[in-house]
């Protein structure tokens, strides 16, 4: 048993996943219920874009794609050390213009 | 102005990730929020792995990558449709046991 443990505590990361997948439902809980508050206006965006482009788009799979973006863009909220590989600075990404990530 | 709007609209997915870009911030603030009730638990993980590893481990990186798998893990929220990219099935994985992640 001992031994076991041991193997489990001795790779950092593994160590950190293992309380990261314990506390997974948890957080996607309450990550859900954050974008509650958000799901109308992507499903509103998601009905103009039907209606501007035609019948064949699918506008959940808009919605989910785009709250996987949200998700995504989320970690640069936690920025990786040294080696910096999400591009701009939060900082200034934040308060320019929306159109900054189409230049 | 007309022309202008229309090429922002074509695209769905550009369509889609300007609304994305606009409720960033608020979204980022909403999960931090999130990630601070879970805060004190990487952290104390983290702590635990230096004690056991050594001094050279950074604490404060093993707590942000761990937040970021977070929200890496939490995409699952979101599937794809028919192209599912993301490994086994949620409600699979939820239940399983939490070394599910290392077979």
């Keep these: 048993r001992r031994s076991h443990m041991t193997v489990s505590f001795t790779d950092p990361q593994v160590s950190m996943d293992l309380l990261r997948a314990v506390l997974q439902p948890s957080f996607n809980n309450d990550i859900m219920a954050v974008f509650k508050k958000y799901q109308m206006f992507f499903e509103k ?7 501007n482009i035609g019948e064949d788009v699918q506008t959940d799979q808009l919605v989910k794609d785009a709250c996987r973006n949200v998700l995504e863009h989320a970690k640069q909220l936690f920025p ?3 080696v910096k590989r999400v591009g701009p600075e939060i900082a200034v990404k934040r308060y320019k213009p929306i159109d900054e990530e189409y230049g």
């Design 80 to 82: 990786e050390g040294e």
């Design 45 to 51: 965006a998601a009905q103009n874009v039907k209606e």
